[in-house]
């Protein structure tokens, strides 16, 4: 393993971490566009809102944490690939303003059509972006994306068979993901009729997702034959990881045991994500550029190495803390600053608010 | 359709603008993403440690408006990452290595804001003031840290270093953490994280103030205007011996810019310095000119020589009448910043008091946007005036720039997204103002629509 691998695999730690934490967070936009009614879905989206509410910044980071060490380790390869597919990650970058926008600004808004306007806005946004970013991913995995700045066709690079699929399975990920995690707030809140709906909903999209990944493989046999030689070669012991986990999490969801189900559920995902980097190992931009030919030179990527390391000391423990406060919190005013002289301001927004 | 399919010579002139318009939207919410806290903390801190509710109930309004701004300040950055790679892939393909890696250190310091303003919002009554206000700590280092690296990013393409150019120019022995140091990283963030903070002072201040012109002087307003007030006041004296010095490493190291921006066509000994004007057939027309000035104020001499554009060939010289004005507007609205601190604290010297009178409120009024009018002028002066370069001296901006077709597509739309931006945040941070129990993105309770109580939360 050489430096250059080890920096890359960093990031796709990085991307990882996206995978699961931001894309159970676009899920829940997903989820919260499919609530139905403003009156019926009103419980909801407010567990939804609850479960994202003060974490949802802090989700999205990673996905700059993963552009910026790509850009730095990898310039040229990063290069490539967002002129190629500059119109799918800018329109991804439109869906998260919108995303973000809306989600934060709804709560400060009281006029109901202005806030149906922004929950409209967040929730169409978590869906199409996701999407884009399922195609971008598509678009790299297919070998569409040349070295060299711009080299590749910008429409058919993105919109192609193996694009489609990246995006469907990333839209069906996001939502199964946030579903499994639902299942758990719920519970947490004591809202067990709504645990009971997200596990319903968990277990469809489970069943969607996996026939749409069968699927999904001859399509690849046929557009990507390079990505299917890998996943059906070297990569197959996590390809059978994943499906293996994926049925447990169904086991588990069924079971009830919703926090088990979350643990499994994230292996599922993580294994097929790294069956796909096991898969076009060594090549960062397959059939042409390698890992090693794109890497930055040797003082940058120790330098990387040991701010990467420097930085995961400082970051994972405030993580840390962030979900464990945010997962285990009595609701607002029960704590020692409720002395301080303000009153309980905010109307409790509902009976499990 | 030449202006929606173009090629790289057409694409130049809608990825600068679009550069400029989103780096020019991030900065005013990155400037209270470095100043807010330390406001708010105060306010919070001495709320409590004098068992003031007006204070602590004035930190919780600006914590509130610090989620919303920062909200705003996270999703407009998320899109300039994206650009740096879009729109400019020349400058990140072959100087990624040096230039990216601060960008590497600043997502590290992004993500422990997001955390810990997450955490600070969140756990407003549900943690201890101690601990609560400990909570802040992080969130106001990570914030300047952030505002360095980046910042530091910039002083790279203004004077780059730590690094050699083999024969066919690429980059060879790249010493990321030398070029994070060149000679403009320091004065460059200073002034940065001054500007922030005269900025966020200076805004905040204007809010109350215009509360107080409408005849509002209840002790919210009292504490509102004179805390951040007070941060402005003491930054805006400093700001201009910080704006000396940065304009000493101009003169030392882009000598093209500083000609620019003072419109110097002959290099002179002895030469003056202009105020306003316009720069036309080589010659500034119209200016005020201060005998000697510029040459007294670079060299400290009154005879020092200064070189002029007429040294740099044509294709070399930045736009002058832009950096020019833009440099004079800072420094005139920075003159007027200062002006204004001097007041103030003459008369708080000499009564303890605010300064009543309309004339004041009104100037306090307008210094926030006077502020920010700076600040941008401040990044015009450091972004025009280092044209043609992208990289000073080595790389052109449109080598730099992305050939993909379409590029102009992607400008209108930033323009209508931002144009919506502005209106939204406007919008929300009036409600803010209006009604203090308005909860921020980051807390969890919604309340109900006004039309409709009995709706639980519609969203
Ligand atoms: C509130 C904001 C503010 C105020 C009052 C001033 N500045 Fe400034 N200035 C900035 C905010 C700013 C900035 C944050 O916008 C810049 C852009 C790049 C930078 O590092 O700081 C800047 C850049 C900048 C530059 C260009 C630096 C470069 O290209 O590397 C010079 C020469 C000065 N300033 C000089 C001054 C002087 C002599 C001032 C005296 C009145 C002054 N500034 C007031
Ligand atoms: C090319 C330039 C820039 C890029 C790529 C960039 C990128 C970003 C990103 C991705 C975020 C969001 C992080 C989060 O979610 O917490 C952010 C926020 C922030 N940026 Fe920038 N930024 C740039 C320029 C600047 C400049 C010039 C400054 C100030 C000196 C600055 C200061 C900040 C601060 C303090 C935050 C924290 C969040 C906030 O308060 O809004 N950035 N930036
Ligand atoms: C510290 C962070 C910043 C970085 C890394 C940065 C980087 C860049 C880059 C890469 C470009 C592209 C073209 C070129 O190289 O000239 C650019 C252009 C530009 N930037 Fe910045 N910038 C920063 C801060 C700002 C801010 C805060 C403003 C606010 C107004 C600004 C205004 C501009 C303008 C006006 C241009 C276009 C210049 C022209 O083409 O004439 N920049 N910047």
């Known amino acids: 393993m050489t430096l250059a691998d080890v920096v890359l695999g960093i990031m796709f730690v990085g991307l990882i971490a996206y995978g699961l934490f931001g894309g159970a967070d676009f899920g829940a936009g997903i989820w919260d566009l499919l609530a139905g009614g403003t009156r019926r879905g009103a419980r909801q989206r407010e567990l939804i809102e609850h479960s994202i509410g003060p974490v949802w910044e802090a989700n999205h980071v990673w996905l700059i944490f993963v552009l910026v060490v790509l850009w730095t380790a990898f310039s040229g390869a ?45 929730a169409l946004s978590s869906l199409v972006t996701p999407f884009f970013l399922g195609a971008v991913v598509g678009g790299v995995a297919s070998g569409r994306v040349p070295p060299g700045i711009a080299a590749g066709n910008v429409v058919t690079s993105w919109l192609n068979p193996t694009s489609l699929l990246g995006g469907v399975m990333a839209i069906l990920v996001c939502a199964y993901l946030a579903a499994v995690f639902l299942c758990g707030d719920a519970r947490r809140e004591g809202a067990e009729d709504l645990a009971h709906e997200f596990r319903i909903r968990a277990l ?68 097929i994500l790294v069956g796909w980097a096991v898969a076009q190992y060594p090549y960062i931009l397959v059939p042409d550029l390698t890992i090693e030919d794109a890497a930055a030179g040797r003082p940058t990527l120790l330098a990387m190495l040991l701010a990467l390391a420097a930085g995961a000391v400082l970051l994972v423990p405030a993580l840390v803390y962030l979900y464990r406060l945010f997962q285990t919190s009595p609701p607002e005013g029960a704590g020692a600053g409720a002395a301080a002289g303000h009153p309980a301001e905010v109307p409790s927004a509902g009976p499990y608010g | 359709m030449p202006y929606v399919l173009a090629d790289a010579a057409q694409n130049l002139f809608p990825a600068r603008e679009q550069m400029a318009l989103s780096l020019g939207w991030h900065i005013i919410f990155s400037c209270f993403g470095i100043a807010f806290p330390v406001l708010t903390v105060f306010a919070e801190w001495r709320g409590h440690r004098r068992g003031n509710a007006a204070l602590t109930e004035l930190a919780h309004t600006w914590a509130k408006a610090m989620g919303v701004l920062f909200a705003a300040g996270a999703v407009s950055g998320t899109l300039l990452s994206f650009e740096m790679g879009i729109l400019w892939p020349g400058l990140m393909d072959r100087f990624g290595e040096i230039f990216g890696f601060p960008f590497v250190l600043e997502g590290y310091a992004f993500f422990i804001e997001a955390i810990f303003v997450g955490i600070y919002l969140f756990g407003w009554n549900r943690m201890s003031p101690r601990a609560h206000m400990l909570s802040a700590l992080p969130m106001i280092v990570s914030g300047m840290a952030g505002a360095f690296f980046v910042v530091a990013a910039n002083a790279w393409m203004n004077n780059p270093t730590g690094f050699r150019l083999d024969a066919d120019g690429r980059v060879v022995d790249a010493r990321p ?83 620019a921006m003072e419109g110097l066509y002959r290099t002179t000994a002895g030469a003056p310095l202009s105020v306003g004007g316009l720069f036309k057939d080589n010659r500034m027309n119209y200016a005020l000119e201060i005998p000697r000035g510029l040459s007294l104020l670079v060299h400290r001499d009154p005879n020092g020589v200064v070189r002029g554009l007429e040294e740099f060939p044509p294709d070399e010289r930045p736009p002058v009448n832009v950096v020019h004005l833009a440099f004079d507007t800072m420094v005139g609205l920075g003159s007027a910043l200062l002006l204004l601190a001097v007041v103030f604290g003459f008369v708080w010297w000499r009564r303890r008091r605010i300064p009543q009178t309309p004339w004041f409120l009104r100037a306090v009024a307008v210094s ?69 129990d308005t909860p921020a993105p980051q807390e969890v309770d919604a309340r109900p629509p006004d039309d409709q109580p009995e709706v639980v939360a519609v969203r």
């Open chain 1, 204 to 271: 469809g999209t489970a069943a969607v997702t996996g026939v749409a990944g069968i699927a999904g493989l001859f399509v690849l046999r046929g557009d990507a034959p390079l990505l299917w030689e890998g996943l059906t070669g070297r990569a197959v012991p996590l390809v059978g990881l994943s499906v293996l986990a994926g049925a447990v999490a169904v086991g588990c969801l069924v079971l009830g045991r919703y926090a088990a189900a979350r643990v499994a559920s994230s292996l599922a995902v993580t294994s």
């Open chain 2, 368 to 436: 926030g946007v006077a502020a920010v009018v700076a600040l941008e002028a401040g990044w015009v002066t450091t972004e025009v005036g280092r044209q043609p370069w992208s990289v000073y001296g080595i790389l052109r901006t449109r080598d730099a720039v992305s050939p993909a077709p379409g590029l102009w597509l992607g400008f209108y739309a930033v323009v209508a997204i931002y144009l919506a931006l502005t209106a939204l945040t406007v919008l929300v941070l009036r409600r803010l103002a209006r009604e203090h």
């Open chain 2, 177 to 259: 953490w030398a070029a994070m140091f060149g000679p403009s990283t320091w004065p460059q963030v200073v002034h940065m994280l001054l500007g922030a903070y005269m900025v966020v002072g200076f805004t905040i201040a204007s809010v109350y103030a215009v509360g107080m012109l409408r005849g509002r002087r209840d002790r919210h307003h009292w504490y509102g205007l004179l805390i951040p007030l007070t941060v402005g006041a003491v930054a805006a004296p400093v700001q201009i011996g910080v704006g000396d010095w940065i304009a000493g490493t101009v003169a030392e190291n882009q000598p093209a810019k500083l000609a």
């Open chain 1, 78 to 122: 990063f290069a490539a690939v967002v002129t190629t597919l500059y119109i799918p990650l800018t329109l991804a970058a439109f869906g998260m303003i919108a995303r973000g926008a809306a989600f934060a600004f709804r709560k400060s808004i009281t006029t109901l059509p202005m806030r149906r306007f922004l929950g409209a806005a967040f």
